[in-house]
Every structure is written in C-alpha cells, then in structure tokens.
C-alpha cells in the first residue's frame, strides 16, 4: 500500500524537516496551479514519470514554467534510450500516485529504488520548493536543501541535472 499524506508529513517530521501544506481544490496540470500564485512562495514543479526502453523508470521535477525536449532527455538523465510517458498503473505501484498527482513526494513510495529522481538545476536555486503531498488537493513548501535530506533519507540520491531549456 502506498504511503499516505499523513505519513509522508510523519516522515517528515522525524526528519526534523520543517514544511508548510496549504490546502486547495483539486490540481491537474500547472495551468490550474498557477491560479494559486501569490498565495505560495517559491519554486513550482512539474513532473514528468517516463520510461526508457529497457523499462528504466525515472522522475524527473522541473519547475513548471520550464521546457524539457523529450526528444533529448534521455541523453542528459542516462536512460538507455529515448523515453516516453510511463504508464498510470506503474505510477501508482512505483510511486503510489495518479496521473495529475505526481510528485517529488512520490519517491517515498519507491521502496525497490526502480525510479531514477532528477531535480532539475534551476528548480534547485530556489530556496523553497513546492510540491503536492501525495495528492494533488494540496501543496508542501520545503527548504531545497530538506528536499535532498528528504530524497537521500527515502534511499535514493537526488541527482541534479540541467534538464530544462
């Protein structure tokens, strides 16, 4: 069973990482979050969950505004081919989430550590970080450098690549 908001925060907490949640109706694409702007601070994300040939799985969190060619990632991430969207229903059994509802905070559920997480560089020089918390009716604001705490403390690195354009 994929781990639940409350666990995430509990995770959080015996981390001693510090994040804020704010509530709101449901987020399906940037579009929709950038009507919240204003009312939280810091980088925006946008996830992309792909796939390469070889069933290699990778989470890739870029800021919302930020163009990726997906023609090309696959050389900068290390995927052993082009890439293309992974499927829903590995998503949810890798990172426990739905479409619309990917997020960095997902990797919490990669217990077998098959997804590869890259933070993109210019998402990385804000000092907080925006993402939904397991579900995409709210959003957690941590510190950039909790967020590699908290990826490091999940078992994965946190490679952070130049990926956007």
């Given at each position: 069973m994929p781990k639940t908001e409350a666990e995430l925060f509990a995770f959080l907490a015996e981390l001693g990482i510090a994040a804020s949640t704010k509530r709101h109706p449901p987020l399906y694409t940037v579009a929709d979050s950038q009507a919240l702007r204003g009312e939280i601070a810091g980088g925006h994300t946008k996830n992309l969950f792909l796939k390469d040939k070889k069933d290699n799985f990778f989470l890739?969190?870029?800021?919302?505004?930020?163009?990726?060619?997906?023609?090309?990632?696959h050389q900068v991430i290390g995927a052993a081919s082009r890439v293309s969207f992974g499927k829903?229903?590995?998503?949810?059994?890798?990172?426990?989430?739905?479409?619309?509802?990917v997020t960095v905070f997902g990797i919490i559920n990669d217990t077998a550590n098959?997804?590869?997480?890259?933070?993109d560089k210019d998402l990385m020089e804000h000092a907080v970080i925006n993402g939904h918390?397991?579900?995409n009716e709210a959003t957690t604001s941590i510190a950039a450098t909790d967020l590699i705490r908290f990826v490091e403390a999940t078992g994965h690195d946190a490679a952070i690549l130049k990926v956007s354009a």
């Open positions: 890739v969190t870029v800021g919302e505004d930020a163009v990726v060619d997906l023609k090309q990632i829903p229903e590995m998503l949810m059994e890798l990172l426990g989430v739905t479409p619309g509802a098959r997804v590869k997480l890259v933070l918390p397991l579900t």
